[in-house]
């Protein structure tokens, strides 16, 4: 059964930083792209960033472009979103997705809040 | 970048309606699109891919089209179950930008 467990997030004061990791099982991790996909309260989901199963395509959303750094461990299983220079409108619960470009499986999701 | 534009933004039908969602992108881009069933309170579930390809487990009524810059998410009998929130998503080239979503009720 493919499980995809966020943790990391919390209350975090804008400008600071948070690192969000999903620990992945039941497949064979470093045969598939991994995303990080988030929504806001009350709102729709927004793609933030996917990476290929090596490492070697990474992309991001324009709205966090220079301020998060995804990256995963094959040998861990475990991808990971480093987030800095957060703000208030970072705000959201962040899911873990498999899949190389289609997500097939979501994690439960880990929020962050951003606030003073 | 492209948009993805889903219309309605909410809908209202009753049990065995036939109901239909449409997503429009600003710019073609073959059949890379899928559509996230998300129920409230919970994570969301890929439906279809491709623009028209069944996930496992899915249900038949659930169906999808579309090519280019329209595409469309039909259930052909809706059920109590079916009370969600739908995205499509664009999956040609990054950014894999998500609808607005659709909400649907229950009439």
């Known amino acids: 059964e493919v499980q995809l467990v966020e943790s990391g997030g919390g209350l975090v004061q804008p400008g600071r930083s948070l690192r969000l990791s999903c620990a992945a099982s039941g497949f064979t991790f470093d045969d598939y792209g991994m995303h990080w996909v988030r929504q806001a309260p009350g709102k729709g989901l927004e793609w933030v960033s996917g990476?290929?199963?090596?490492?070697?395509?990474?992309d991001y959303a324009d709205s966090v472009k220079g301020r998060f750094t995804i990256s995963r461990d094959n040998a861990k299983n475990s991808l990971y979103l480093q987030m800095d220079s957060l703000r208030a409108a970072d705000t959201a619960l962040y899911y873990c997705?498999?899949?190389?470009?289609?997500?097939?499986?979501w994690g439960q999701g880990t929020l962050v809040t951003v606030s003073s | 970048d492209i948009q993805m534009t889903q219309s309605p933004s909410s809908l209202s039908a009753s049990v065995g309606d036939r109901v239909t969602i449409t997503c429009r992108a600003s710019?073609?881009?073959?059949?890379?699109l899928a559509w996230y069933q998300q129920k409230p309170g919970k994570v969301p579930k890929l439906l279809i891919y491709a623009a028209s390809t069944l996930q496992s487990g899915v249900p038949s009524r659930f169906s999808g089209s579309g090519s280019g810059t329209d595409f469309t998410l039909t259930i052909s009998s809706l059920q109590p179950e079916d009370v969600a929130t739908y995205y499509c998503q664009k999956y040609n080239s990054a950014p894999y930008t998500f609808g607005q979503g659709t909400k649907l009720q229950i009439k």
């Open positions: 710019q073609g881009f073959s059949n890379y």
């Open positions: 990476i290929s199963w090596n490492s070697g395509s990474i």
């Open positions: 997705a498999k899949g190389d470009r289609v997500l097939d499986y």
